[in-house]
């Protein structure tokens, strides 16, 4: 079946600590993205990648980094920097070809941080 | 500014009820999307419909149904005879045009709660 997987589903970090967040699809689709939800509040961009090797910041970059080395993966780094990263985090992909698609979403990762 | 309001934050019906999810947006873009993402407890969005900005005819599919008005930068959403399975979040998002990334902006969110 293709989709987007996330793991792990529920992560626990100190604080100070860089985590890693993964993020894999097998939809074939180009163009990949990273949410950040907190409670009550809607989704906001933090990352997206419409092609590999290339990534662009969203909307609340900063203490976050990405990479795109290959078409499928779109790992997130939650860095010590992020003053707040306990939150809910989702991974979403959708094909390009010129317009805006639907985006699929992933499972999402929850980290608390402590 | 791109902007999406939700104004609903909750909303509780009982089953069997219609209920009305209301979503205004707000763009400078002539062509953009609509769409409606339902996230239940488990977290994961799940994709109900997408819509472009030339197309306001109104959609149903079974007991959903999508009213969109241009004129009022609107995009509603209708569930007809509600049932339990349906309380969930349901987000309404825009899209930034496709040369700027394809970017979803969500509105807040509404939270519905069937209860039987």
Known sequence: DGGITQSPKYLFRKE????????????????????RQDPGQGLRLIYYSQIVNDFQKGDIAEGYS????????????????????????????????????????????????? | AQKVTQAQTEISVVEKEDV?????????????????????????????????????????SGRYSWNFQKSTSSFNFTITASQVVDSAV??????????QGGKLIFGQGTELSVKP
């Not at chain 1, 920097?81 to 070809?97: G, H, I, W």
């Not at chain 2, 349901?90 to 040369?99: I, K, M, R, V």
């Open chain 2, 90 to 99: 349901y987000f309404c998002a825009l899209s930034e045009p496709y040369n």
């Open chain 1, 66 to 114: 990405v990479s795109r080395e290959k078409k499928e993966s779109f790992p997130l780094t939650v860095t010590s920097a992020q003053k707040n990263p306990t939150a809910f985090y989702l991974c979403a992909s959708t094909r390009e070809a010129g317009v805006v698609y639907e985006q699929y979403f992933g499972p999402g990762t929850r980290l608390t941080v402590t």
């Open chain 1, 16 to 35: 100070g600590q860089n985590v890693t967040l993964s993020c894999e699809q097998n939809l074939n689709h180009d163009a990949m993205y990273w949410y």
């Open chain 2, 20 to 60: 009305t999810l209301d979503c205004v947006y707000e763009t400078r873009d002539t062509t953009y999307y609509l769409f409606w993402y339902k996230q239940p407890p488990s977290g994961e969005l799940v994709f109900l419909i997408r819509r472009n900005s030339f197309d306001e005819q109104n959609e149903i």
